[in-house]
């Protein structure tokens, strides 16, 4: 839970919780549904259940060094459209991959509040991003939301050499904020991966949980709807560093 020690850092999950991600690969999947009618009869959302479950999967691969990033995203495609019983040609994955990421590109955007919520912070506390993907990829995404001139440092799996929800993640991110478990919180949407793993190493943590999950253990940490009740809820524990 959260303490009420001063807060001197805050370590923010980066996908769906600034970086909205689930908007940018909604509109990927409904660029794909244009140019493939077999996926037209399927509704959005089970075509993204689909596919997250499918990318989560050769995403972990990845971070581990298993596979490449573009085998990965082809082997994604390959999964995902045998899934609905619909077999490409190679070229037909390389032309999937490639609508698929144009429309995604197209739409990365800052979650809603995101930019006001770090602005709030900024100067204030420390601000930091433990985050399961890679470096490359998640700076560039920064850039194109705005949002890299807020985050002071970020803790990848390439730094750690594992990801969350392993302890060694978040100990490096201590490490970087330089402050005490007790004096920092960890903001994301995972239940399992953010909430968990920051709890496991005695950091307090809040649930962004925009998508009113129930909770799996009610009253282990606060939950927030949207980043403005986040904002609220950081803003009482600050302490100017």
Known sequence: MLTKNPLKAVFFDFDDTLFDHSRASLAGLAALQTQYPALLEIELPLLFKVHIDILEKFHIQVLRKKISLDMARTERFIEFFQHFNVN?????????????????????????????????????????????????????????????????????????????PAPGIFTNALEQAGFAAAECCMVGDSWNRDILGAVSCQIPALW????????????????????GEVKEYLLKRLVTV
Not at 104 to 110: F, T
Not at 131 to 159: G, K, R, Y
Not at 209 to 222: D, H, Y
């Open 88 to 164: 490409l040609s190679l070229f037909d994955v390389d032309n999937a991959k490639a609508i698929y990421r144009e429309a995604y590109q197209a739409n990365r955007y800052a979650m809603e509040g995101a930019v006001e919520l770090l602005q709030a912070l900024q100067g204030r506390c420390k601000i930091g991003l433990i985050t399961n993907n890679l470096a490359s990829e998640q700076i560039a995404v920064q850039q194109i939301c705005d949002l890299n001139h807020f985050i002071e440092f970020m803790v990848t799996p390439e730094d750690a050499g594992v990801e969350k």
């Open 208 to 227: 962004f949980n925009r998508s009113a999950i129930p909770c799996p253990s009610p009253g282990l940490v606060p939950q927030c709807a949207n980043l």
